[in-house]
Every structure is written in structure tokens, then in C-alpha cells.
């Protein structure tokens, strides 16, 4: 019987704990860290890598996904899907810069109700979306990398080029957060093999990994979007490949790690996209059916700011 494929992330974390390398971290926690993690997951079964060994919220990490796709960088329109996962920083900031005592949801109250408010204090900076869609060149033009990788897929698939990228030095420096996942790029085999449509495989380089709060979102984020580019494409699904660089387990986070990897993994759900959208930026939330996910207990841990 093949190992089932959610030991490779239960592997890394186990590495963690017995091998990772004690340290000190930006944010204050300190954690136990290991340089250079793969996973692979086939996902031309329909599978959908949603761990199951505790719950994940798979649906708030597609939504992440969603508003990285339309270009916004604004909390405001992640509020209106019911996402906080991102208001930690900009109420961070915003705590910070005015001294104001204000609570969480207050704060996303506020960011909800009153646009100017949003506008001044709920934005994140260039992050991901705005360097996906409308990455600023020196001569002031925009170019938008997931149009161009789509094209490139269309016309041109066997190019060794087709990836798009997030780590624009030159802007690095006012987002909130330097991009995690980087870079994405994109592979299609099965060209030439006359029948059936070709299969597309994606890998994805994260310089920085939180192995216990990221990497579950992070996974099946990806793994809906190979989904989508693939359905925009008219090819099947292939691989999704994750590398990461600074893989760590925080250390308020280890009774938690120790918990989910007493538990036996069940087998992944399937996804299926039930509407083809024009664009890769017209899905929605309810296009997306995982069917028959079964997981553990959800665990929570405190997420470092
Ligand atoms: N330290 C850290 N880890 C991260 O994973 C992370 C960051 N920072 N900063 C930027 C984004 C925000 N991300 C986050 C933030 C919070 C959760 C989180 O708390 N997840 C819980 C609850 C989710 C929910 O209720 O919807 C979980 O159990 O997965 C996950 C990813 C991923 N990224
Ligand atoms: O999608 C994401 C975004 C962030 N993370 C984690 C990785 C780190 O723990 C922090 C970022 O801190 P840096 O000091 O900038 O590395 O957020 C993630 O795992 N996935």
C-alpha cells in the first residue's frame, strides 16, 4: 500500500521537532526551523489535499486564493467574505500608530463600514495580488503576470518560462509583510502523446514556511489554483510541488504539532469546479465542491504577528 501522501507534511513536522534548529525569530516567538522541505501531491485523480488530520478551513484559504487573483490588497474585501486572517497587521499598524487600545472586532468593524477608513488603514500594500496583476516596471508599466502565464499556456506550453513571481525588491518595502509563497511555475507534459488532453503541473517556492498554521492553507490554496489555471487552460491536473525554504514550527505551536501527529490521516477529498469562468479572475467561492471531506478535530494555535 502506497504511504498516504499527507505523511510528507506530518514528516516535516515531525523533523521539527525531534532535528529543527532552535532559534530566535522576527516575530518574537522563536521557533524550530529546518532550510529546504518538498512535498508532492498527484493531483490528476481529482484529489484535493485538504490535510485531514485536523480540520482545515479549506474555504478561507480559497477565498486568500480568490482575492490574490482579482489584484486587490485591501482586508476590506477579505472581511466582506468573512476572512480575518489577515487583520493582525494592519491592526498591528494601526494600534501602533495611534496609540488606540482598539479591539480586533471593532477594528474590522471599522474597516467594513467606513470606506475612507479602509482606504487608510486596512490596506496591506503591494503584496501578492497587486504583483500578480499589475506589477509596476521602471518605465511606470503594468504587467499583468497571470494574463501573460495563461497566454504562455495557450500558445506556447512547452516554454520554460511560464511562472509569475512576487518578491518585487523594489516595493518590498511597503507591504506588510514580504511575500511567502514567491514564485509559481508552471509545467505541461503529455503534448505529444496524441490522445487525451495534456496534464499541468505546478511548483510553487516558498521562501518561508509556518508549518503548522501556513502550510495547510498554503496547500490547498495552491492546489485550487492549478485547479483553476488548468480549467482556463483546458488541460488536466498534474502535480503540485512545494518547496520550502525556512520551514519552521513556532514554539508556542508545539503541544499542537505533538497532538496532530498522533492521528492517522484519512483519504483526501475531491475537487470538483462546478462552472468555468471566463476569466481566472470571475470564480467564486461557490464554484468550488470538495466532496467527501473528512478530517480530524480542528486545533487552534495563536497565529505570530
Ligand atoms: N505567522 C504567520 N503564519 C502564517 O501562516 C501567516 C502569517 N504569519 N502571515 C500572513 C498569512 C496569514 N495566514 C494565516 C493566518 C492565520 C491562520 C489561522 O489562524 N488559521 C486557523 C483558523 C482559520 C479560521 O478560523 O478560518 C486554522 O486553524 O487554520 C492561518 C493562516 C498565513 N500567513
Ligand atoms: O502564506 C503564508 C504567509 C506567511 N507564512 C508565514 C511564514 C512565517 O512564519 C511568517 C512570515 O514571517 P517572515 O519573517 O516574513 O518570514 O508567515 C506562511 O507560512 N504562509
Known sequence: MLRHPEYQYLDIMSH??????????????????????????????GSFPAFTTKKVFWKTAV???????????????????????????????????????ISQDLFEKRVLEDDAFAAKWGDLGPVYGKQWRRWLDRNGVEHDQI??????????????????????????????????????????????RGSGRPQLSMLVNQRSCDIFLGAPFNICQQAALLAMVAQQVQMDRGELIWVGGDTHLYLNHLDQAK????????????????RQPDEIDGYRIDDFEVVGYQSHDRIDAPVAV
Open 259 to 274: 497532538e496532530q501527529l498522533a492521528r492517522k490521516p484519512m483519504p483526501f477529498p475531491k475537487l470538483v469546479l462546478t
Open 16 to 45: 521539527l521537532l525531534e532535528k529543527g534548529d532552535r532559534r530566535m525569530d522576527r516575530t518574537g516567538e522563536g521557533t524550530l526551523s529546518t532550510f529546504g522541505a518538498m512535498m508532492r501531491f498527484d493531483l490528476s485523480d
Open 147 to 192: 494574463g501573460a502565464l495563461i497566454h504562455s499556456l495557450k500558445t506556447n506550453p512547452t516554454s520554460r518560462r511560464m511562472l509569475f513571481h512576487a518578491w518585487n525588491v523594489g516595493e518590498i518595502d511597503q507591504m506588510a509583510l514580504p511575500p511567502c509563497h514567491m514564485t509559481y511555475q508552471f509545467h505541461v507534459s503529455g503534448l505529444q
Open 63 to 101: 477565498k486568500e486564493m480568490l482575492w490574490f487573483l482579482t489584484g486587490q490588497t485591501n482586508i476590506q474585501s477579505l472581511l466582506k467574505e468573512n476572512v480575518k486572517i489577515w487583520t493582525d497587521w494592519p491592526l498591528a499598524a494601526y494600534r501602533k500608530a495611534t496609540g488606540e487600545e
